[in-house]
């Protein structure tokens, strides 16, 4: 049997697609299992155990037109797929789906291309926007994405029994090995804070100046910070630094943009804790077994948290939470309200927390399998 899954969206996306991964091996131990997705993002996957074989398609390069697409589509019909399973439902990875060939296709699509599908299944993770008239009305997800994808497996493929190993990723020794040198050679034996505070939204971002007075008091009480992102991230992590009381310290080291998805990965498992954003690092970070920390503000918490229980997450006190917006709406000091309410005070309240209760490096702390709702702290219950 030859089955293929597709999601081709985002880093988190593809790291909440891993436990179906797991879910299916287990089912199907002697299928030829596939996974297809974003080039950029082959680290992610490309050694994750459960697979026979990593597809990519390069969205955002040489396949990003239409003779390249189609060509890839015959690509796929070529492989003569038994069971293609589309784990996300925008139009790209829909028509994949829709036109691979496969003898039985399956997941969640787009409307134009549902008469492919032998059985289409909702998200319930996903938000909806709902028109009344003039207004749209928006209803946040309401179940996790992992256990979203475990009810397509469920209803859909004949899966008889869940394996939720949590989110998983593999990375080769060298990768390892290089991240543990660099980590070495910047911090020596010091504990390290790492700071992820970029994000693909706006709304998703608590403020640089709040993520400056962290590492200021971190650098104080003896810990490293090392703020990590991708090259998107320069700029505003250049603004953050600039903020800091302690920007000249030796603790203080900056590989934002530096890092491929492996090393960044590696570089966790030596650090101790976890301060991010709602973005797609800290679902790495879930998967390398890390103490995490996240502020939510526009991010709806049922389909996204931190799968994993020693995680702890700050939902901000604002009423418009969530929004869902990209970029808020509302204007003068009230922009950004989901974020700006999240106070520093509280977020070094319960970074102290897990720094407390761990306090070690993330590959020397014992995994918990089968926990995995994360503490959720609503700040509108305590202000």
Not at 120 to 131: E, F, T
Not at 180 to 187: A, P, T, V, Y
């Amino acid at each position: 049997m030859k089955i293929l899954v597709i999601n081709l969206m985002h880093l988190g996306d593809l790291m909440l697609v891993t436990p179906a991964l797991t879910t299916l091996r287990k089912n199907f131990p002697t299928a030829h299992l596939t996974l297809l997705a974003d080039k950029k993002l082959a680290d992610l996957v490309q050694y994750n155990p459960n697979l026979d074989e990593c597809l990519l398609i390069d969205k955002k390069g040489v396949d990003d037109h239409l003779p390249s697409f189609i060509k890839f589509i015959f690509k796929l019909r070529a492989m003569k797929f038994d069971l293609v399973i589309n784990l996300h439902r925008n139009e790209r990875a829909s028509a994949l789906a829709a036109f691979s060939g496969a003898k039985k296709i399956v997941g969640y699509t787009k409307p134009g291309f549902a008469r492919l599908f032998d059985k289409v299944l909702p998200n319930p993770s996903i938000a909806r926007h709902i028109k009344h008239g003039f207004k749209t009305e928006y209803l946040p997800g309401t179940k996790h994405q992992v256990h979203s994808h475990f009810d397509v497996l469920r209803q859909a493929c004949g899966v008889k029994e869940i394996y939720d190993n949590g989110l998983e990723m593999t990375i080769p020794d060298s990768a390892a090995r290089e991240a543990e040198r660099i980590f070495l050679d910047n911090f020596g034996d010091t504990k390290v804070v790492a700071f992820n505070i970029g994000a693909s939204w706006l709304t998703k971002r608590w403020l640089d100046s709040y993520f400056a007075e962290c590492a200021d008091m971190l650098i104080e009480r003896g810990y490293g910070v090392a703020f990590l992102g991708g090259t998107m991230d320069k700029e505003i992590v250049a603004s953050c630094v600039e903020k800091m009381r302690h920007k000249k310290s030796a603790r203080l080291k900056i590989f934002t943009g530096e890092f491929s998805l492996a090393i960044l990965a590696g570089f966790l498992d030596n650090c101790v804790l976890f301060l991010t954003t709602d973005s797609g690092p800290m679902h790495i970070g879930v998967a390398r077994n890390i103490p995490i920390v996240t502020m939510f503000g526009a991010s709806p918490v049922p389909g996204f948290y931190p799968y994993d229980a020693k995680d702890i997450l700050i939902k901000s006190p604002e009423a418009c939470h969530p929004c869902g917006n990209h970029t808020c709406p509302r204007a003068g000091s009230d922009n950004l309200a989901c974020m700006k309410n999240i106070p520093v005070a509280v977020v070094m309240r319960y970074v102290d927390e897990l720094l407390n209760a761990y306090g070690q490096p993330a590959k020397d702390i014992p995994r918990v399998h089968g926990a995995y709702q994360c503490r959720v702290i609503d700040l509108t219950e305590t202000t």
